[in-house]
C-alpha cells in the first residue's frame, strides 16, 4: 500500500562531503586524519570520495577525532543510503511501467485489489507489492519461464492475456493465504462431495459459506475471485505447498454452471494429483484435454449422469412436475437438468429459464 505523509529528500549527499568540511575546519590533512583515526589513508579517501561508506567501527574512531558523536555519522550514513536505494528502485519503477500498463489496472482497482492511487508511478508500485515481486523481470521469470516450479508449473506466455490471467490467479493465492484449511484428506474430502450434493440440489442462500467450511474440513480451500477484465475463466485448481486449492469465479451467475465447474476442480484434485494447474474455459500450452475430459466426466458423475440424463430423456416431452421429481430423485437441481439438455441442444435455450438461480457470494 502506499504510504502517506512521508517525506524524502529530493538530495542527500554522501557523508564523506561532512567530512571533507569538517577536516577543512579543522585544517587538517586527510593523511593525519587517517593516521588519527587508525585507518588506511586509502579508506578515508575512499570515503572522501563517496566510494566507501562509514562503518559503525569508524563512526566510533571518527566520533573521537572530530568531536562529532558517532550516530551523527552513522544516521548520515543510513540516510544516504537509503536515498540510493530509493533512487535505484525509481530506476525499477520506471522501467516497470510498460510491463504494468499491461494489466487491467482501472478493473483491480474498482475491485479493491489495488488501492486508489493515480500516478502511472504508483500504480506500477502498487503490481509490483500485489505480486510480492521486486521487478517486472521476477514476474516474467515466474508466469513465463516457470524458474520456480514447484509453486507455478505452466507458462503463462503462450495465452492470449497472460497479464490479466496472472493477476486473477495472484488474486486467488492472496485470498487463500486467509483461510485455515486442515491437513488435507483424501478420504475426506471425497465423503464430504455428497454433502456438497445435497447443497447443490438445495442451493440455499449462503451456500458458498457452506461450501467453503466443508471443504476447510478436508483440507481443501476453495475461494470465489471474481472474474477480471481480460481473463474470462470459470476456475482453477492447484495445489499450494500441500492443500488443494480451487478458485472459482462464478462467471455466468448461474448455479447449475458454478456446480459443474466446482465438481470438474473437485475431479482435478482426487483424479490428478499435485503436479498440474489447471484453468478453466482457457487455452494454454501445458493444457492436458484428456485430463480436462476425465474432470468433465467426474463432474458428470456428481451433477448428473449420462444414465441419469437418458432416464429423463425418455420421459419427453418434459413439464415442470417431472422435472422437479427427477431433480429430487437424483439429488440434483433442477437447473442442473435445464442446463445439461440445454447444452447437449436437446430443449431450447427459452425453456425451463425459471429453473437457474443467481449465485451469491456474500
Known sequence: MAK??????????????????????????????????????????????????????????????TRIPANFWMNHQRSYDEFIAREKRQTVIQEALSWAKQFPLADMIKKGWLPQVT???????????????????????YYF???????????????????????????????????EANEYSEKKFKEALSDLKSIMANHPQGFFNQLQRICLEAGVKV??????NKAPINGST?????????????????????????????GHILLHGKKDIFLENLDY????????????????KWTLTDNQEAEILAATPLSKENITDFAKKFT???????????????????????????????
Open 223 to 228: 475461494v470465489h475471485t471474481p472474474c477480471i
Open 238 to 266: 492447484r495445489w499450494l505447498n500441500d492443500t488443494p486449492f480451487i478458485q472459482l469465479t462464478g462467471r455466468y451467475n448461474r448455479n447449475d454452471s458454478f456446480w459443474f465447474t466446482f465438481f470438474h476442480e473437485a
Open 119 to 141: 500516478t502511472m508511478e504508483e500504480k506500477t508500485m502498487e503490481m509490483l507489492a500485489f505480486f510480492g515481486f521486486s521487478n517486472h523481470t521476477a514476474w516474467e521469470d
Open 145 to 179: 519461464k516457470q524458474q520456480l516450479k514447484v509453486a507455478f508449473r505452466i507458462s503463462l506466455a503462450q495465452t492470449k492475456e497472460p497479464y490479466a490471467v496472472s493477476a486473477w490467479l495472484r488474486k486467488g493465492e492472496l485470498q487463500a493465504t486467509e483461510l
Open 4 to 65: 502517506q505523509n512521508q517525506y524524502f529528500p529530493s538530495v542527500v549527499f554522501h557523508p564523506g562531503e561532512t567530512l571533507a568540511e569538517k577536516l577543512e575546519e579543522m585544517e587538517m590533512s586527510q593523511k593525519e586524519f587517517a593516521l588519527r583515526a587508525g585507518k588506511p589513508e586509502k579508506t578515508i579517501i575512499a570515503i572522501l570520495k563517496g566510494e566507501s561508506s562509514i562503518t559503525p567501527d569508524m563512526a566510533v574512531q571518527f566520533e573521537n577525532v
Open 285 to 300: 500450452s501445458d493444457r492436458d484435454l484428456e485430463k480436462e475430459k476425465e474432470a468433465d466426466q467426474f463432474a458428470v
Open 332 to 362: 440434483t437441481h433442477p437447473a442442473i437438468i435445464i442446463g445439461r439438455l440445454q447444452h447437449q441442444k436437446l430443449i431450447p435455450y427459452s425453456l425451463g429459464r425459471e429453473y437457474f438461480e443467481q449465485v451469491i457470494f456474500e
